[in-house]
Protein backbone atom coordinates (compact mmCIF):
# COMPACT_ATOMS: atom_id res chain seq x y z
CA UNK A 1 0.00 0.00 0.00
CA UNK A 2 1.07 3.51 -0.65
CA UNK A 3 0.77 6.13 1.89
CA UNK A 4 1.55 9.56 1.18
CA UNK A 5 2.33 11.89 3.80
CA UNK A 6 -0.04 14.50 5.13
CA UNK A 7 -0.12 17.87 6.02
CA UNK A 8 -2.34 17.50 8.96
CA UNK A 9 -5.09 15.51 10.77
CA UNK A 10 -8.83 17.36 11.43
CA UNK A 11 -12.65 16.39 12.20
CA UNK A 12 -13.54 13.80 15.05
CA UNK A 13 -13.66 9.66 15.36
CA UNK A 14 -14.43 6.90 17.14
CA UNK A 15 -12.07 3.76 17.07
CA UNK A 16 -13.90 0.24 17.65
CA UNK A 17 -13.91 -1.29 21.32
CA UNK A 18 -11.29 -2.17 23.19
CA UNK A 19 -9.82 -5.69 22.05
CA UNK A 20 -8.77 -6.38 25.77
CA UNK A 21 -12.32 -5.79 27.13
CA UNK A 22 -14.06 -7.22 24.28
CA UNK A 23 -12.57 -10.85 24.70
CA UNK A 24 -13.20 -10.45 28.71
CA UNK A 25 -16.81 -9.28 27.96
CA UNK A 26 -17.49 -12.57 25.64
CA UNK A 27 -15.58 -15.07 27.19
CA UNK A 28 -17.13 -14.23 31.17
CA UNK A 29 -20.85 -13.63 29.34
CA UNK A 30 -19.97 -17.22 28.16
CA UNK A 31 -19.88 -18.46 31.57
CA UNK A 32 -22.40 -16.83 33.12
CA UNK A 33 -26.02 -17.66 33.68
CA UNK A 34 -28.11 -15.93 31.05
CA UNK A 35 -28.34 -13.46 27.65
CA UNK A 36 -25.88 -11.05 28.08
CA UNK A 37 -26.09 -8.25 25.56
CA UNK A 38 -22.58 -6.49 24.77
CA UNK A 39 -22.69 -3.45 22.70
CA UNK A 40 -19.47 -1.33 20.76
CA UNK A 41 -17.64 -5.33 20.83
CA UNK A 42 -14.62 -5.16 18.84
CA UNK A 43 -14.44 -5.20 15.19
CA UNK A 44 -11.25 -6.73 15.25
CA UNK A 45 -10.20 -10.35 13.85
CA UNK A 46 -8.93 -11.17 17.40
CA UNK A 47 -12.03 -10.83 18.85
CA UNK A 48 -13.87 -12.53 16.29
CA UNK A 49 -11.63 -15.52 17.24
CA UNK A 50 -12.71 -14.95 20.46
CA UNK A 51 -16.60 -15.47 19.50
CA UNK A 52 -16.01 -18.73 17.31
CA UNK A 53 -14.07 -20.81 19.88
CA UNK A 54 -17.15 -19.49 22.31
CA UNK A 55 -19.40 -21.28 19.62
CA UNK A 56 -17.63 -24.23 19.25
CA UNK A 57 -17.74 -24.67 22.87
CA UNK A 58 -21.27 -24.94 22.58
CA UNK A 59 -22.02 -21.30 23.80
CA UNK A 60 -24.82 -19.14 21.75
CA UNK A 61 -23.57 -15.99 19.92
CA UNK A 62 -25.68 -13.37 17.88
CA UNK A 63 -23.82 -11.04 16.28
CA UNK A 64 -24.96 -7.72 14.18
CA UNK A 65 -22.25 -5.55 13.76
CA UNK A 66 -20.64 -4.58 16.72
CA UNK A 67 -23.81 -5.62 19.11
CA UNK A 68 -23.12 -9.30 19.96
CA UNK A 69 -25.44 -11.24 22.04
CA UNK A 70 -24.26 -14.24 24.62
CA UNK A 71 -26.18 -16.86 26.14
CA UNK A 72 -24.62 -18.41 28.85
CA UNK A 73 -23.99 -21.54 29.76
CA UNK A 74 -23.69 -21.09 33.27
CA UNK A 75 -19.98 -22.16 33.73
CA UNK A 76 -21.03 -25.71 31.76
CA UNK A 77 -19.48 -25.68 27.96
CA UNK A 78 -19.30 -28.43 25.86
CA UNK A 79 -16.57 -30.34 24.39
CA UNK A 80 -15.64 -28.78 20.54
CA UNK A 81 -15.50 -31.37 18.04
CA UNK A 82 -12.20 -30.11 16.38
CA UNK A 83 -9.25 -27.33 17.61
CA UNK A 84 -10.26 -24.06 18.70
CA UNK A 85 -8.58 -21.81 16.37
CA UNK A 86 -7.48 -18.77 18.25
CA UNK A 87 -5.95 -17.14 14.80
CA UNK A 88 -3.47 -14.76 15.69
CA UNK A 89 -4.59 -13.80 19.11
CA UNK A 90 -2.02 -14.57 22.06
CA UNK A 91 -5.39 -13.45 24.81
CA UNK A 92 -7.79 -15.77 22.73
CA UNK A 93 -5.58 -18.52 23.58
CA UNK A 94 -4.01 -17.84 27.52
CA UNK A 95 -7.44 -16.62 28.38
CA UNK A 96 -9.23 -19.52 27.08
CA UNK A 97 -6.79 -21.80 28.74
CA UNK A 98 -7.60 -20.65 31.86
CA UNK A 99 -11.71 -21.65 31.44
CA UNK A 100 -11.21 -24.72 29.71
CA UNK A 101 -8.68 -25.78 32.69
CA UNK A 102 -12.03 -26.32 34.71
CA UNK A 103 -14.14 -28.26 32.22
CA UNK A 104 -15.16 -31.54 32.20
CA UNK A 105 -13.40 -32.57 28.80
CA UNK A 106 -10.32 -32.11 27.00
CA UNK A 107 -9.63 -29.30 23.75
CA UNK A 108 -6.42 -28.15 21.87
CA UNK A 109 -5.87 -24.70 21.07
CA UNK A 110 -3.98 -24.01 17.78
CA UNK A 111 -3.32 -20.63 16.07
CA UNK A 112 -1.34 -19.08 13.12
CA UNK A 113 2.12 -19.48 12.67
CA UNK A 114 2.50 -16.12 15.16
CA UNK A 115 0.89 -17.43 17.78
CA UNK A 116 2.52 -20.64 17.22
CA UNK A 117 5.90 -19.17 17.72
CA UNK A 118 4.56 -17.20 21.31
CA UNK A 119 5.45 -18.77 24.73
CA UNK A 120 2.71 -20.47 26.40
CA UNK A 121 4.57 -22.03 29.54
CA UNK A 122 3.71 -19.06 31.19
CA UNK A 123 0.13 -20.20 31.42
CA UNK A 124 0.81 -23.89 31.51
CA UNK A 125 2.77 -23.85 34.82
CA UNK A 126 0.02 -22.15 36.83
CA UNK A 127 -2.36 -24.29 35.39
CA UNK A 128 -0.60 -27.77 36.43
CA UNK A 129 -0.47 -26.32 39.51
CA UNK A 130 -4.42 -26.14 40.13
CA UNK A 131 -4.40 -29.43 38.66
CA UNK A 132 -5.13 -29.15 35.16
CA UNK A 133 -2.96 -31.33 32.80
CA UNK A 134 -1.85 -29.69 29.67
CA UNK A 135 0.70 -30.36 26.51
CA UNK A 136 2.09 -28.40 24.34
CA UNK A 137 4.83 -28.51 21.55
CA UNK A 138 7.65 -27.32 23.84
CA UNK A 139 5.76 -24.67 25.34
CA UNK A 140 3.98 -23.68 21.88
CA UNK A 141 0.56 -24.26 20.68
CA UNK A 142 -1.11 -26.50 19.73
CA UNK A 143 -1.85 -26.68 23.44
CA UNK A 144 -4.19 -29.31 24.70
CA UNK A 145 -6.05 -28.92 28.09
CA UNK A 146 -7.39 -31.58 29.76
CA UNK A 147 -9.91 -30.12 32.30
CA UNK A 148 -9.98 -31.18 35.96
CA UNK A 149 -12.95 -30.08 38.26
CA UNK A 150 -13.14 -28.72 40.80
CA UNK A 151 -9.28 -27.02 40.31
CA UNK A 152 -7.05 -26.42 43.32
CA UNK A 153 -6.69 -22.56 44.16
CA UNK A 154 -3.07 -21.37 44.39
CA UNK A 155 -1.32 -18.21 45.72
CA UNK A 156 0.60 -17.09 42.50
CA UNK A 157 2.89 -14.57 41.41
CA UNK A 158 3.58 -14.70 37.80
CA UNK A 159 7.22 -14.75 36.21
CA UNK A 160 6.38 -12.16 33.81
CA UNK A 161 4.27 -8.57 34.04
CA UNK A 162 1.16 -10.16 31.52
CA UNK A 163 -2.60 -9.23 32.31
CA UNK A 164 -2.87 -12.36 30.12
CA UNK A 165 -1.31 -14.65 32.68
CA UNK A 166 -3.17 -12.83 35.43
CA UNK A 167 -6.00 -13.19 33.71
CA UNK A 168 -5.83 -17.00 32.98
CA UNK A 169 -5.57 -17.59 36.59
CA UNK A 170 -8.46 -15.75 37.68
CA UNK A 171 -10.35 -17.33 34.97
CA UNK A 172 -9.42 -21.15 36.27
CA UNK A 173 -9.92 -19.71 39.81
CA UNK A 174 -14.01 -19.10 39.35
CA UNK A 175 -13.66 -22.86 38.71
CA UNK A 176 -11.31 -23.81 41.80
CA UNK A 177 -12.34 -24.96 45.36
CA UNK A 178 -10.58 -21.75 47.54
CA UNK A 179 -8.70 -18.54 47.06
CA UNK A 180 -7.18 -17.85 44.26
CA UNK A 181 -4.64 -15.73 44.66
CA UNK A 182 -2.24 -13.58 42.23
CA UNK A 183 0.59 -11.65 43.85
CA UNK A 184 1.83 -8.82 40.97
CA UNK A 185 4.72 -6.42 41.26
CA UNK A 186 3.51 -4.31 38.17
CA UNK A 187 0.49 -3.47 37.78
CA UNK A 188 -0.73 -5.08 34.24
CA UNK A 189 -4.13 -3.89 32.56
CA UNK A 190 -6.94 -4.92 35.42
CA UNK A 191 -10.11 -5.41 32.88
CA UNK A 192 -10.44 -8.97 34.08
CA UNK A 193 -11.09 -7.78 37.55
CA UNK A 194 -13.37 -5.50 36.62
CA UNK A 195 -15.62 -7.16 34.45
CA UNK A 196 -15.92 -9.71 36.95
CA UNK A 197 -17.25 -7.34 39.40
CA UNK A 198 -19.47 -6.08 36.65
CA UNK A 199 -20.68 -9.40 36.58
CA UNK A 200 -21.28 -9.62 40.26
CA UNK A 201 -17.96 -11.75 41.36
CA UNK A 202 -16.18 -9.74 44.46
CA UNK A 203 -12.51 -9.31 43.12
CA UNK A 204 -10.67 -8.50 46.39
CA UNK A 205 -7.64 -6.41 45.70
CA UNK A 206 -4.99 -5.06 48.13
CA UNK A 207 -1.61 -3.83 48.28
CA UNK A 208 1.23 -5.26 50.40
CA UNK A 209 4.66 -4.67 51.08
CA UNK A 210 4.74 -3.15 47.31
CA UNK A 211 3.53 -6.23 46.02
CA UNK A 212 -0.59 -5.93 44.29
CA UNK A 213 -3.04 -8.86 46.10
CA UNK A 214 -5.66 -9.60 43.77
CA UNK A 215 -8.08 -12.76 44.68
CA UNK A 216 -11.02 -14.26 44.32
CA UNK A 217 -13.03 -17.45 45.98
CA UNK A 218 -14.18 -20.23 43.89
CA UNK A 219 -15.66 -22.13 42.68
CA UNK A 220 -18.07 -19.19 41.64
CA UNK A 221 -21.36 -19.14 39.55
CA UNK A 222 -23.04 -15.66 38.27
CA UNK A 223 -25.85 -14.34 36.37
CA UNK A 224 -25.79 -12.29 32.79
CA UNK A 225 -25.34 -8.70 32.55
CA UNK A 226 -25.52 -6.16 29.31
CA UNK A 227 -22.14 -4.55 29.28
CA UNK A 228 -20.92 -1.41 26.83
CA UNK A 229 -16.86 -1.35 25.92
CA UNK A 230 -15.20 1.84 25.42
CA UNK A 231 -13.15 2.48 22.07
CA UNK A 232 -9.65 0.93 22.38
CA UNK A 233 -7.11 3.61 23.52
CA UNK A 234 -4.12 1.42 22.17
CA UNK A 235 -6.10 1.97 18.74
CA UNK A 236 -6.68 5.41 18.97
CA UNK A 237 -2.97 5.83 20.22
CA UNK A 238 -1.96 5.48 16.29
CA UNK A 239 -3.89 8.98 16.04
CA UNK A 240 -2.79 10.72 18.91
CA UNK A 241 0.79 9.91 17.66
CA UNK A 242 0.10 11.13 13.89
CA UNK A 243 -2.12 14.00 14.98
CA UNK A 244 0.29 15.26 17.54
CA UNK A 245 3.41 15.09 15.20
CA UNK A 246 1.82 16.65 12.24
CA UNK A 247 1.28 20.53 13.60
CA UNK A 248 -1.79 22.20 12.59
CA UNK A 249 -3.68 19.22 13.35
CA UNK A 250 -6.93 19.18 15.98
CA UNK A 251 -8.97 15.96 16.20
CA UNK A 252 -11.21 14.87 18.48
CA UNK A 253 -11.25 11.32 19.33
CA UNK A 254 -14.32 10.44 20.80
CA UNK A 255 -15.36 7.35 23.72
CA UNK A 256 -11.94 6.30 24.34
CA UNK A 257 -11.24 4.12 27.63
CA UNK A 258 -9.20 5.86 30.41
CA UNK A 259 -8.58 2.94 32.24
CA UNK A 260 -5.35 4.02 34.61
CA UNK A 261 -3.31 0.52 33.72
CA UNK A 262 -4.06 1.32 30.06
CA UNK A 263 -3.76 5.16 29.53
CA UNK A 264 -0.29 5.79 30.61
CA UNK A 265 0.20 6.57 26.74
CA UNK A 266 -1.67 9.70 27.17
CA UNK A 267 0.17 11.41 30.10
CA UNK A 268 3.78 10.06 28.44
CA UNK A 269 2.79 12.23 25.31
CA UNK A 270 2.43 15.19 27.40
CA UNK A 271 5.63 14.93 28.88
CA UNK A 272 7.27 14.76 25.54
CA UNK A 273 5.07 18.32 25.16
CA UNK A 274 1.78 16.94 23.08
CA UNK A 275 -0.90 19.09 23.42
CA UNK A 276 -3.53 16.25 24.36
CA UNK A 277 -6.89 16.78 26.37
CA UNK A 278 -9.39 14.88 28.40
CA UNK A 279 -13.09 15.84 27.76
CA UNK A 280 -16.11 14.45 29.28
CA UNK A 281 -14.72 11.79 31.34
CA UNK A 282 -17.12 9.51 33.29
CA UNK A 283 -17.28 5.62 34.49
CA UNK A 284 -19.32 3.35 31.84
CA UNK A 285 -19.61 -0.84 32.63
CA UNK A 286 -16.87 -0.10 35.37
CA UNK A 287 -14.37 1.53 33.06
CA UNK A 288 -13.07 5.17 32.94
CA UNK A 289 -14.27 6.81 29.43
CA UNK A 290 -13.96 9.85 27.53
CA UNK A 291 -13.30 12.09 24.76
CA UNK A 292 -9.48 12.64 23.70
CA UNK A 293 -8.87 16.32 21.95
CA UNK A 294 -5.30 16.22 20.40
CA UNK A 295 -3.27 19.31 18.62
CA UNK A 296 -0.20 18.93 16.24
CA UNK A 297 2.40 20.80 17.78
CA UNK A 298 5.23 22.14 15.83
CA UNK A 299 8.40 20.77 18.50
CA UNK A 300 8.34 17.89 20.93
CA UNK A 301 10.47 18.69 23.80
CA UNK A 302 10.47 16.82 27.31
CA UNK A 303 8.85 18.80 30.15
CA UNK A 304 11.65 17.26 32.63
CA UNK A 305 14.82 15.40 32.66
CA UNK A 306 14.55 11.93 32.34
CA UNK A 307 10.92 12.36 30.27
CA UNK A 308 12.06 10.79 27.06
CA UNK A 309 13.43 7.18 28.67
CA UNK A 310 10.48 4.41 28.70
CA UNK A 311 11.56 1.79 31.43
CA UNK A 312 10.35 -0.07 34.47
CA UNK A 313 6.45 -0.72 35.16
CA UNK A 314 5.76 2.08 32.50
CA UNK A 315 7.28 -0.12 29.83
CA UNK A 316 4.69 -2.65 30.97
CA UNK A 317 2.08 -0.48 30.81
CA UNK A 318 3.41 0.99 27.42
CA UNK A 319 3.64 -2.18 26.39
CA UNK A 320 1.32 -2.51 23.10
CA UNK A 321 2.31 1.29 22.45
CA UNK A 322 6.13 1.55 22.59
CA UNK A 323 5.85 0.96 18.46
CA UNK A 324 4.39 4.16 17.70
CA UNK A 325 6.12 5.84 20.41
CA UNK A 326 9.34 4.73 19.16
CA UNK A 327 8.46 6.43 15.86
CA UNK A 328 7.49 9.63 18.00
CA UNK A 329 10.57 9.50 19.69
CA UNK A 330 12.33 10.39 16.28
CA UNK A 331 10.80 13.88 16.44
CA UNK A 332 11.55 14.72 20.18
CA UNK A 333 14.27 16.74 20.91
CA UNK A 334 16.80 14.15 22.71
CA UNK A 335 15.30 11.32 21.54
CA UNK A 336 13.47 8.17 23.31
CA UNK A 337 14.69 4.95 25.05
CA UNK A 338 13.07 2.08 25.71
CA UNK A 339 14.00 -0.45 28.52
CA UNK A 340 13.05 -3.33 30.26
CA UNK A 341 10.88 -4.26 27.34
CA UNK A 342 12.03 -7.65 26.47
CA UNK A 343 8.41 -8.79 26.40
CA UNK A 344 7.84 -7.09 23.19
CA UNK A 345 10.05 -9.66 21.18
CA UNK A 346 7.65 -12.45 22.04
CA UNK A 347 4.60 -10.20 20.70
CA UNK A 348 3.17 -10.79 16.98
CA UNK A 349 6.57 -10.03 16.00
CA UNK A 350 9.96 -9.61 17.38
CA UNK A 351 8.84 -5.92 18.05
CA UNK A 352 11.99 -4.53 18.43
CA UNK A 353 13.63 -5.82 15.75
CA UNK A 354 10.45 -5.10 13.51
CA UNK A 355 10.55 -1.45 14.82
CA UNK A 356 14.43 -1.57 14.77
CA UNK A 357 14.38 -2.22 10.81
CA UNK A 358 11.65 -0.25 9.73
CA UNK A 359 13.54 3.22 11.61
CA UNK A 360 16.29 2.65 9.96
CA UNK A 361 15.04 2.11 6.24
CA UNK A 362 13.36 5.33 7.16
CA UNK A 363 17.01 7.04 8.05
CA UNK A 364 16.71 7.24 11.92
CA UNK A 365 19.73 6.32 13.88
CA UNK A 366 18.55 3.77 16.06
CA UNK A 367 20.89 1.50 18.36
CA UNK A 368 18.63 -2.21 19.23
CA UNK A 369 19.11 -3.46 22.72
CA UNK A 370 18.22 -6.61 24.24
CA UNK A 371 15.38 -5.39 25.73
CA UNK A 372 14.57 -2.18 23.96
CA UNK A 373 16.12 0.24 21.81
CA UNK A 374 17.08 3.79 21.82
CA UNK A 375 16.14 6.42 18.83
CA UNK A 376 18.19 9.68 18.36
CA UNK A 377 15.81 12.65 17.36
CA UNK A 378 14.67 14.96 16.36
CA UNK A 379 15.14 13.85 12.97
CA UNK A 380 13.03 14.19 9.91
CA UNK A 381 12.13 10.25 8.46
CA UNK A 382 12.53 9.44 4.82
CA UNK A 383 10.04 7.68 2.65
CA UNK A 384 11.23 4.01 2.40
CA UNK A 385 9.93 0.57 1.62
CA UNK A 386 8.79 -0.52 4.98
CA UNK A 387 7.16 -3.92 6.58
CA UNK A 388 4.52 -4.77 8.22
CA UNK A 389 6.15 -8.45 9.17
CA UNK A 390 2.45 -9.48 9.14
CA UNK A 391 2.06 -7.68 12.84
CA UNK A 392 -0.94 -5.33 13.08
CA UNK A 393 0.70 -2.66 15.40
CA UNK A 394 3.63 -2.48 12.95
CA UNK A 395 1.55 -1.99 10.36
CA UNK A 396 -0.28 0.99 12.12
CA UNK A 397 2.59 2.42 13.74
CA UNK A 398 4.62 3.13 10.17
CA UNK A 399 1.50 4.27 8.14
CA UNK A 400 1.79 7.18 10.86
CA UNK A 401 5.50 7.41 10.53
CA UNK A 402 5.28 7.31 6.87
CA UNK A 403 2.57 10.07 6.90
CA UNK A 404 4.98 12.61 8.38
CA UNK A 405 7.96 11.25 6.13
CA UNK A 406 9.63 13.73 2.94
CA UNK A 407 8.01 11.44 0.39
CA UNK A 408 5.31 8.71 -0.76
CA UNK A 409 6.18 5.39 1.34
CA UNK A 410 5.33 1.75 0.22
CA UNK A 411 3.95 -0.63 3.24
CA UNK A 412 3.99 -4.30 2.81
CA UNK A 413 1.51 -6.42 4.91
CA UNK A 414 -1.05 -3.44 5.73
CA UNK A 415 -4.11 -5.89 5.56
CA UNK A 416 -2.75 -7.44 9.27
CA UNK A 417 -4.94 -4.00 10.47
CA UNK A 418 -7.58 -6.18 10.94
CA UNK A 419 -6.16 -8.28 13.48
CA UNK A 420 -7.07 -5.47 15.53
CA UNK A 421 -8.02 -2.53 13.83
CA UNK A 422 -9.52 -2.99 10.46
CA UNK A 423 -11.44 0.42 10.05
CA UNK A 424 -7.55 1.79 10.15
CA UNK A 425 -7.03 3.04 6.82
CA UNK A 426 -10.77 3.93 5.95
CA UNK A 427 -10.83 6.47 9.32
CA UNK A 428 -7.11 8.32 8.66
CA UNK A 429 -8.18 8.62 5.04
CA UNK A 430 -11.58 10.20 6.08
CA UNK A 431 -9.63 12.51 8.34
CA UNK A 432 -6.38 13.59 6.34
CA UNK A 433 -5.65 16.72 4.99
C1 LIG B 1 -3.39 -8.14 26.76
C2 LIG B 1 -2.26 -8.11 27.53
C3 LIG B 1 -0.93 -7.77 26.99
C4 LIG B 1 -1.04 -7.04 25.68
C5 LIG B 1 -2.00 -7.69 24.72
C6 LIG B 1 -3.39 -7.78 25.34
C7 LIG B 1 -4.66 -8.53 27.39
O1 LIG B 1 -0.21 -8.97 26.78
O2 LIG B 1 0.23 -6.92 25.06
O3 LIG B 1 -2.07 -6.95 23.51
O4 LIG B 1 -5.73 -8.34 26.80
O5 LIG B 1 -4.61 -9.05 28.52
P1 LIG B 1 0.65 -9.69 27.97
O6 LIG B 1 -0.29 -10.14 29.01
O7 LIG B 1 1.35 -10.82 27.28
O8 LIG B 1 1.61 -8.62 28.43
Same mark, same amino acid.
Given at each position: MKIIPRKSLQGRLRVPGDKSISHRAAMIAALARGRSLLSN =???SADCASTLDCLRALGVSVERDGTTVVIEGRGGDLSAPSSALDCGNSGTTMRLLAGILAGQTFSATLTGDESLSRRPMRRIIEPLELMGAKLSSQEGHAPLTVNGQRPLRAIDYEPPVASAQVKSCVLLAGLQAAGCTRIRERVHTRDHTERMLRWFGVPVEEREEGGVRLIALHGPKRFSARDISIPGDISSATFFLAAATLLPGSELVIEEVGLNRTRASVIGFLQKLGADIQIERARVECNEEIGDLRVRGVERLKP??? @??NIISGALAAELIDELPALAVVGTRVAGGLEIRDAAELRVKESDRIRTTVENLRAMGAEVEERPDGLRVAGPARLRAAHLE +????HRIAMAFAVAALTADDASELS @??? +???? +? =???FFDLLEAVSE
Open positions: =FSTTAN @GA +SYGD @GAA +SVAV +S =FPE
